[in-house]
């Protein structure tokens, strides 16, 4: 037996998410069965973790086991024969039977673009959310800061969650500009709650129409209270940046 590693990239506009559902298209479904035909046998794939419904993913990670002959080159150029055109294999490779493309996680980074415009832009917005012309950038970034660190996020959770444990570790969080007009917020974490980065996003955009402080940002997470923070922000604009396994 031998574990491969997927990187995977897909778009996940007409996907009912990651997880395999009844009756529903889901990434999971789609990669299963293309393995399956190709490696004649069953297999069942595990990622880092599960997207929502109309999330995509730039590097998501999934590890499987096989009794196969695995030719790395080899099955990515078949997978992306067989796959269908909103699911891409970036990379296929053997590792060792002690990765877990979920439990050996130490980072994620997540992505949620945005565009700045009084006017629906038709191009922009079908992987951006726009945000009113009147939002302050400057004060968006400076609201970033107050996420960084280890917190209790349960003000920015779904009551959905079914969690208990709200307690994770933010590394990195900031607005980059990525063309005029065009932005996307960045956050790196060791783990995120469900719609946790849409929620965060939709309490910052608050804080760039001047709703709310920078500092509030403290304030929310303190109290624990979901009723504080912002809405949760369409997943269209949200992507899996990437996923670290590095120390």
């Known amino acids: ?31 299963e069965k293309v393995l399956e035909f190709l490696l004649k046998e069953k297999v069942r794939i595990y990622a880092s973790g599960r997207t929502d419904a109309g999330v995509s993913a730039l ?22 024969a067989l796959l269908p055109s909103d699911i891409c294999a970036i990379s296929v490779s053997l590792v060792d039977l002690d990765f877990d493309a979920r439990f050996s996680v130490k980072k994620k980074t997540y992505r949620y673009n945005f565009y700045v415009s009084k006017y629906t832009h038709p191009i922009f917005d079908e992987f951006a959310t726009r945000i009113n012309d009147y939002a302050n950038i400057e004060l968006m970034q400076e609201a970033c800061k107050y996420l960084i660190g280890s917190h209790d996020f349960e003000s920015f959770v779904s009551k959905k969650s079914g969690k208990s444990d709200f307690v994770r570790t933010i590394y990195d969080a ?26 965060i996003f939709g309490t910052i955009v608050q804080v760039g129409y001047k709703k709310l402080q920078p500092k509030d940002i403290e304030r929310i997470i303190l109290s624990k209270n979901r009723a504080k923070a912002g809405k949760t922000m369409p997943s269209k604009s949200l992507f899996l940046k990437n996923v670290d396994y590095s120390v």
């Open 1 to 31: 037996m031998v574990r491969v590693k997927l990187v995977v990239s897909y778009n996940g506009k007409n996907f009912s998410g990651y997880q395999i559902q009844p009756n529903k298209r889901t990434v999971q479904e789609e990669i």
């Open 59 to 80: 590097g998501q990670v999934i590890h499987f086991d096989t009794n196969a002959v695995i030719n790395e080159k080899k099955l990515q150029d078949s997978m992306n």
């Open 174 to 199: 900031k607005i980059v500009d990525i063309d005029e007009g065009i932005y996307a917020f960045e956050i790196t974490g060791n783990g995120f709650l469900y719609n946790m980065v849409r929620i």
